[in-house]
């Protein structure tokens, strides 16, 4: 009954086969290791103090009473971290964006300017004593005024956060191509153009990984030497700027990420308490754990999206789209995260044109300082936000100019192409066929049946909304070049070591570091599909800097793409020597040998041959080897890809609206999409499932709510609705083909469609619904209370 | 802080204990017990990552104190496989792509077993129901739906919990 193993890999091509996942026995028995799981001799547990007040100067800090505390080893402050510990870095600053790249210390010095800022540390034997101690720390606090609105914090007279950033203004960036201004002035002068504009609040939200952040932190002080056990999505960037923040060398220290329980970009950063737990480590010469309660995660870990955008987009009355101009104001939180500045510019501004042919584009993207959590890539990163843009942008024009939206959709599109399609932001499109993923959605759905159904109910009086949405997004992040040109502090390159033993058994060395994405499967498949090895005899381990060869990690739908070509890339270089020491063996000339499905024979003589195991075998005893070969059976390719990869899709939500109560029901989610050649449909499947659920989070259910102080009042999993199960349909998922040209297995990503195509999907479906009640606009999440405030608003207009 | 004397059977196994009275059990498991399988996800008891059995009945552990599980049959992840065979229910989400990081489903699996004790032959709205009080934020659920549906189909409508309160042993 088992789908793996030898059988299969003979009578079916493993690539694109949907096998169990290998690492799951040990995630479903409570065998895997995830950071908090893991204790060592003489640890201690650290906790944090951290700052009641959105803005204010610290006046005075009292650690005495906690210093002699049960179980205390020792208190610190900023005035201890000051000058040891370097500011934790932003690490992507793009280009001609003054960026005000502030200090964020690891605990704060003389101001506090979020609640949630780290103010001190203490470290006791026990959690429990740890925490304890927090409360007997005294902190007197002179507040000062803050600001959490983006818009409102660039506003004359907002309380200024930084001295070194005027009007909270982190960056300034400008998305440009054709001429917009004239566009937009040709719109407004012509009988033959329209134009429609909205204010969109992409509201902020909580990744909420459900594995909190944890760090454990052993210095060696006799060696020198740091291990870093990190709830990380890039352990090889955490060594680096771990590097660079406590001055250790990067060789000196080794950081392990294996088990790890979700991130979804909130586990990209580099944060200031993984740092304290070292600078504790160092100090106290002890292995010190520190992990995140939720509350204190929903404080001190990065939040997503929050921009405030006016958009505005003109077209031909025959609805083809002129031109967009947006103007965005983009949350940044009170410092600039590692990766925060890129998330509104490169990831968001840059996607402007979506699918669509748009000539002309401009954005102006102000990053914002606000009293907030920093602000970072979640699910989407960016791309959820332009698609939002787009997506919402079409509806009112269809609705202004009477068009369908699938038919207003159609005459934009950017026509089918295989091989490089240029749009006005200055990007390269890989490869495309929106229409077909848009065709077979609406061929799944029974477009004509459904308006029809729609119409039946509202004949009844009931609200029916069908959303559609079609999308094209960025991901495959690399190339390092690009990487470089756009202020990204790092490459975007990925390694892979395939080694084989004597005995045919392989491993295989990654750079980039999957947290439930299921490479430890999909990696296996892809060499034993170039090499013909039972996937069974494959592992491949990832996730401990000094076990696996550099890489940049997972995030942006790139561990498949670059990762993974890099792994085909190792493979086929072990097929090339594989050939030449058959030709060796086998007494012919390596033109003549011929491989498939793990054999080397002599073309014509298929009975003259040696399995990738008997080359496996004499590559790594080397009895026999020909003139000038090394021992051995082992590849290493550094792999960077020529060009970002496009994924696109087109998904169709069906929701129905209680006009008596605003109450809504998501009665139907489709999503088709197209991330090339797909390794293991069932993991693809499972990717599309629930990022869907995760961007219906956002059109539904979840918000970040602040107070004027700037306090969260959505502190806990209590008051922040995370998707449960029984508030969701079956996602119905469907693909298309289309490789991507440019890489070694012509494949696009899929970790983040779900969440960049649906939250506008349902949205759209919602406001589609309401249409007959004259309700045209409303800020998500779309609650049952606002809704029926909504209803009640128009119907008194 | 005083500590207090307890005992609490584990997967079978007894243990004797003395803990303050504050302990979270889901610390006693994890740090006393080193039974690491059981999650913290929340705190708060919305996410379930903590769900362990007690005495035949889900409990959050991370919102009940150790001293309160004395003289309690409590099972844990690492009591559902019999040696190196798994549950029906793991062998379901294996077979149904149910996890992802994997943080959750030890609570899910907890949840499942005695979803599946209580209604051996439940319908998709009644596992998701079910489920309300546990977070995946990864899978959007529906495989774990998928799985449990299929757990309850191979385990054909004979789930009974042994004495240790976490085992639903089935015939095959």
């Given amino acids: 009954m088992t789908k793996l193993g030898v059988t299969l890999t003979m009578t079916t091509r493993i690539f694109g086969s949907g096998i169990r996942r290998r690492e799951d026995p040990r995630l479903m028995t409570g065998q895997a290791n995830y950071t908090d799981d893991i204790s060592l001799a003489g640890m201690v547990h650290a906790a944090i103090l951290r700052s009641p007040h959105a803005h204010a100067k610290i006046n005075s800090i009292d650690t005495s009473a906690a210093k002699s505390a049960p179980g205390v080893l020792a208190v610190y402050t900023g005035a201890d971290t000051e000058g040891v510990l370097n500011p934790i870095p932003c690490a992507w600053q793009p280009p001609d964006s003054d960026v005000k790249a502030v200090d964020h210390n690891a605990l704060a010095v003389d101001v506090v300017r979020y609640v949630g800022d780290a103010v001190a540390v203490v470290v006791a034997e026990s959690r429990y004593q740890a925490e304890d101690a927090l409360e007997l720390i005294t902190v007197d606090y002179s507040a000062l005024p803050s600001v959490v609105n983006p818009k409102a914090a660039m506003d004359a007279g907002a309380p200024q956060i930084h001295a070194d950033a005027p009007n909270n203004q982190a960056f300034h960036w400008v998305v440009a191509g054709g001429d917009t201004d004239a566009a937009f002035a040709e719109a407004a002068s012509s009988q033959n153009h329209v134009v429609v504009s909205d204010t969109i609040i992409q509201q902020r939200l909580i990744p909420n990984a459900v594995e909190p952040r944890s760090a454990l932190a052993n210095w060696q002080s006799a060696m020198g030497e740091l291990t870093l056990w990190s709830t990380s999505q890039n352990p090889h960037i955490v060594r680096f700027l771990c590097s660079l923040v406590t001055g250790v060398g990067e060789h000196k220290i080794r950081v392990i990420a294996v088990d790890v329980g979700g991130g979804f970009g909130s586990k990209i950063p580099m944060y200031a308490d993984e740092m304290l737990a070292v600078f504790c480590s160092m100090q106290l010469r002890r292995p010190v754990k520190w992990t995140a309660t939720r509350s204190e995660g929903y404080l001190a870990t990065i939040h997503g999206r929050d921009h405030v955008e006016q958009v505005e987009m003109a077209a031909t009355k025959d609805g083809k789209i002129t031109g967009i101009r947006a103007t965005v104001y983009a949350g940044m939180g009170a410092f600039l995260s590692t990766a925060g500045p890129g998330v509104p510019t490169i990831l968001h501004g840059l996607m402007y044109s979506g699918p669509y042919e748009i000539p002309n584009i401009k954005g102006d993207i102000y990053g914002v300082f606000t009293n907030t959590t920093p602000v970072d890539a979640y699910r989407g990163a960016g791309r959820p936000e332009a698609t939002f843009l787009l997506e919402r942008m079409m509806d009112l024009l269809a609705v202004e100019l009477d068009i369908d939206p699938v038919e207003i959709r159609r005459r934009n599109l950017i026509q089918p192409f295989e091989n490089g399609h240029d749009v006005s932001t200055g990007l390269t499109y890989d490869s495309g066929n929106y229409q077909a993923t848009l065709d077979l959605a609406l061929q799944h759905v029974d477009y004509p049946a459904l308006r029809k159904e729609q119409a039946d109910e509202l004949s009844e009086g009931h609200y029916m909304g069908i959303g559609i949405s079609t999308y094209c997004e960025i991901c495959g992040l690399g190339p390092s070049q690009v990487a470089g040109a756009v202020g990204f502090g790092g490459g975007l390159w990925e390694s892979a070591i395939v080694r084989f033993y004597a005995t045919g058994k392989v491993n295989v060395y990654i750079g980039t570091s999957p947290h439930g994405q299921g490479e430890e499967t999909t990696f296996a498949q892809i060499v034993a599909d170039e090499l013909g090895v039972p996937v069974d005899d494959i592992e491949v381990i990832h996730g401990d800097t000094d076990l696996t060869p550099m890489g940049w990690g997972t995030y942006g739908s790139r561990t498949t793409v670059v990762g993974g070509g890099a792994v085909a890339l190792s493979a086929r270089k072990i097929r090339d020597k594989g050939i030449a020491l058959a030709a060796h063996l086998l007494e012919a000339a390596e033109e003549d040998i011929q491989y498939e499905d793990g054999k080397f024979f002599v073309r014509g003589s298929p009975d003259q041959s040696k399995t990738i195991q008997d080359i496996a075998l004499m590559a790594n005893v080397a009895w026999n080897m020909p003139e000038g070969m090394e021992p051995g059976l082992e590849a290493t390719t550094f792999y960077d890809p020529p060009n970002f990869s496009y994924p696109f899709g087109a998904h169709v939500a069906v929701v129905s609206v209680d006009a008596d109560n605003g109450h809504i029901v998501l009665q139907r989610y489709v999503a088709v999409d197209d991330c090339g050649p797909q390794i293991n449909p069932v993991i693809v499947e499972g990717q599309v499932q629930g990022g869907v659920v995760q961007g219906a989070g956002q059109a539904l259910w979840e918000g970040v709510v602040y107070d004027d102080n700037g306090q969260l009042l959505t502190g806990s999993m209590m008051d922040y609705a995370v998707p449960k199960a029984h508030l969701l349909p079956n996602i119905e998922v469907l693909s298309t083909v289309t490789p991507s040209p440019h890489n070694p297995l012509g494949v696009k990503g899929i970790g983040e469609t779900g969440s960049i195509a649906s939250t506008v999907t349902i949205y759209n479906a919602v406001i589609d619904a309401l249409k007959p009640l004259g309700v045209t606009k409303l800020e998500m999440p779309l609650s049952p209370q606002k809704i029926w405030q909504a209803i009640q608003q128009a119907k008194g207009a | ?172």
Avoid at chain 2, 12 to 30: C, D, K, N, T, W
């Fill in chain 2, 1 to 172: 802080m005083a500590k207090i004397p307890i005992q609490v059977t584990v997967n079978g196994q007894s243990h004797q204990a003395e803990v303050e009275p504050r302990m979270l059990l889901v610390h006693f498991i994890r740090e006393e017990l080193g039974l690491t399988g059981t999650k913290i996800g929340c705190d708060t008891s919305q996410c379930g990552a903590c769900v362990v059995s007690m005495n035949g009945a889900t409990v959050k552990s991370c919102t009940c104190l150790a001293v309160q599980a004395d003289g309690a049959e409590i099972g844990t992840i690492e009591g559902m496989a019999n040696g190196s065979e798994l549950h029906p229910i793991q062998e379901a989400f294996w077979d149904n792509h149910g996890l992802q990081c994997g943080y959750c489903t030890a609570g899910m699996i907890m949840t499942a077993a005695e979803l599946l004790e209580r209604n051996p032959h439940p319908s998709a709205d009644e596992v998701r129901a079910g489920l309300a009080g546990n977070i995946c934020r990864c899978t959007g659920y529906q495989n774990i739906v998928k799985s449990i549906l299929a757990a309850a189909e191979k385990m054909g409508g004979h789930a009974h919990n042994d004495e240790t309160g976490g085992h639903a042993h089935h015939d095959h």
